[in-house]
């Protein structure tokens, strides 16, 4: 028998370094910044969810992150339980929260007075969204509510001087008209005094990357912070993504491909994918990262980890450290 391995054969090392090279990525060093992370909650809906959450927050409050951020559900279906869960993070935690507040289905004098509520509980900080109809129904502005996020960025600076972030879009809202109108859209919103954006997820760096450009050469230099979701159940992420307009590449669909009754291996990948990504964006300069964490903090802690973020001795709040 004289068969050779392909390992073994005379043209193996070429064919290996056949490929690009491609240069490592920097492991954040001593003298880097850590970056400013901020991490999203949902509102919890059953007593076992609560107990999940809280466990989460516990967690990452250790991270000291820069804010934490609860979800509302359009038309003010979870807004009971996001206030609850914002105004618990004000008097039990170290967090500085941000809530989430969408303005589709009510009335702007609602929508004022739910943001007059958090302001007199403490919150300065409101994540303003137009939010999404029932699945099925078209959007219907109401002629006596804000129309679209701009609006009610503007209708909250009236009330009172909050800080605002609002979302971006790196591969453009699936409404949207036109790149270019997102754009405008995201301009009027920064304009009518938010400060920062955040984006929708993606997976695809440098979709994210040219987005960036394509921001600042329309005049806009506020953060545009990567909002990163560690896809730790594939088929939901695909599920939603198709709702949302994320493409999913088919690298990560490869990537999952034979782990659906496996979750300690979709765990491990969705680390390798999750890593992969946030460091291309430090790498690339980027240094603010909000991380979806789905209320579970294993991955969040792990990313934040990985981009050179340590717990803060205890007594040191995000504010202080
Ligand atoms: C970081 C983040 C957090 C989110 N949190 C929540 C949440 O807690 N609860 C929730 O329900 N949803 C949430 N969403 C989803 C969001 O509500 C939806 O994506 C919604 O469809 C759009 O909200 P928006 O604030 O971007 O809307 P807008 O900025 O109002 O934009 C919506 C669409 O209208 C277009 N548009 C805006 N103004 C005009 C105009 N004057 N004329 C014509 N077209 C216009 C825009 O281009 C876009 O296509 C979140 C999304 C992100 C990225």
């Known amino acids: 028998m004289n068969t050779l391995s392909p390992a073994q054969a005379p043209d193996t090392l070429p064919r290996w370094l ?18 400013l992370l901020s991490f999203e909650f949902f509102p919890p809906r059953t ?15 250790r991270l000291a992150p820069r804010f934490v951020s609860v979800t509302y559900g359009a038309g003010g279906t979870t807004q009971a339980r996001t206030h609850a869960t914002v105004e618990r993070l004000v008097h039990e935690t ?7 507040l969408t303005c589709i289905g009510a009335s702007r004098a609602e929508v ?9 509980a403490g919150v300065r900080h409101i994540v303003a969204l137009r939010g999404d109809p029932p699945p099925g129904q078209s959007v219907v502005p109401r002629a006596d509510g804000y129309a679209h996020a701009a609006d009610l960025v503007a209708g909250l600076k009236r009330v009172a001087d909050f800080e605002i972030s609002v979302a971006a879009y790196p591969e453009t ?23 920062r954006a955040i984006t929708q997820y993606f997976f695809d760096g440098e979709v994210y990357l040219r987005f960036l450009d394509r921001c600042l050469a329309a005049g806009i230099t506020a953060p545009i912070v990567p909002g990163v979701l ?16 994320a493409t999913i590449p088919a690298w990560l669909t490869r990537m999952f491909d034979g782990t659906e009754d496996d979750p300690e291996t979709r765990r491990m990948v969705a680390a390798v994918v999750a890593a992969q990504q946030v460091r291309l964006l430090q790498a690339n300069g980027v240094d603010e990262f909000h991380i979806y964490t789905l209320n579970r903090a294993d991955l969040a ?21």
């Not at 490929?19 to 850590?34: F, N, Y």
């Not at 340590?310 to 202080?320: E, I």
């Open 47 to 61: 007593e076992a969810l609560e107990a999940q959450l809280w466990a989460c927050v516990r967690r990452l409050e």
């Open 94 to 100: 170290s967090l500085v929260p941000a809530a989430h």
């Open 112 to 120: 004022d007075e739910i943001a007059r509520r958090y302001w007199q």
């Open 230 to 245: 560690p896809v730790s159940n594939y088929a939901q992420a695909a599920r939603f993504s198709g709702l949302c307009g």
């Open 18 to 35: 056949a490929g690009p090279r491609i240069g490592a990525l920097p492991a954040p060093d001593a003298g880097m910044a850590a970056p």
């Open 173 to 195: 809202h699936p409404e949207a008209v036109s790149p270019e109108a997102d754009l405008d859209n995201l301009k009027r919103k920064l304009d009518a005094g938010a400060s």
């Open 301 to 321: 802690y792990a990313i934040a980890h990985i981009l050179g973020v340590r717990p803060v001795p205890s007594g040191q709040s995000a504010a202080s450290a």
